[in-house]
DNA sequence: TGTTTATCTGAATGATTGGTCAATAATGAG
DNA sequence: CTCATTATTGACCAATCATTCAGATAAACA
């Protein structure tokens, strides 16, 4: 019936996110968008929407390619135990690698004005609800298996879980120690696994 | 011998930092900046500089008057344990606040992309570090007046402050749920002060 | 009071922003 | 082969961006 899309969807949306992700949206002009996804700028819009809706688009290719690869240790089908200390491990080597130095994407369009946009406030709070709940799930799962005492409620435990992970990544991006992350992964092992 | 400014430098820095703090850098227009300052644009180029200078202006007026205020109970004269003590509680009753909406302008500015800029990722650093010496400071009190155990060693547990109260910010701009704040901080204290 | 000197002002700079359009090219069903 | 349909293209749009300028203004001291 009609012509076909030169690009591959997929491969297009990466390249954005990664823009996105490095700059930040308001420092992402759509030059630089055409520029990294090697598209036309009218396709862009043909294709995705505008500059808002790319983003909402980047963030789910986040969701659906990063966050969920993440998060999968969490999920494995094995001891509750053994997955948390999966999910740290995991969380380390990342924060330690060459790309952790990216930070994360929601955080870093949670700073982003953008933020004020409904659409991209609600993605993005659904985003780490879905983190959260992967967490709360497990810590049933610790309960049930009687693997170690929780010391507080799971919702708090959670939390403080998830509060330590992105301040790490805050620090992580504007220091140079990276020795640090393994000691206070430990760190927060001792306080969340305390028998 | 010539004329004065017609407006009080610190009063302008004052709304151009809360400007930059709400909106970050790249979403703030010199417009926006010429409609807060209530100063005509080339004043403000003729006062401060270009804007990445009104930046760092910003944030060196923030650290002198928001970020020296918050760290004041660390500094107080009184026992190391009661200045802890005094910080968390200041900091849980600013992170519940409406005020702390705003969360914090060295977070939001050093996930900005004008912190790739040296002079900008320098200042950041040096205010966090300014915060991180005034944690190692008074927990070397701790240790002296043998208020309580430090489970770990004090750059670790400095960190692990840091971490947590950056990452409650991270979360309490994306969250709705401040009733946690409370539970956060307690989580914390007793984690840090375990006798 | 007159001269000096810095501040103020609105207009204007060229560059860049996000977004659009008409013309062209490829596709595959009839 | 024909033709309706959709993708691609580079030029194009008005608006806004950060920054600068010349001229008007006003304070300070001799």
Redesign the interface.
Known sequence: MARKLEFDKDEALQKAMLLFWE??Y??TSMKDLVQAMAINRFSIYNTFGDKKVLLLMSLKHYRDHVLAKLIAPLKADLPAEICLENYFDRMSKQLSSASGRL?CF???T??????SEPEV?DL??SM?GDLRSALLDVLARVRKEQAFKIA??D??MA??I???????I??R????KLA?VE??ID?LKT?VMSW
């Open positions: 700059k930040g308001e420092a930070g929601i955080q870093k949670g700073q982003s004005h953008i933020s406030a993005l709070q780490l507080y409620e919702e708090t939390d403080f998830l509060c330590q992970l992105q301040g790490m805050v620090l991006r504007s220091g140079k640090l000691r206070q760190l306080t």
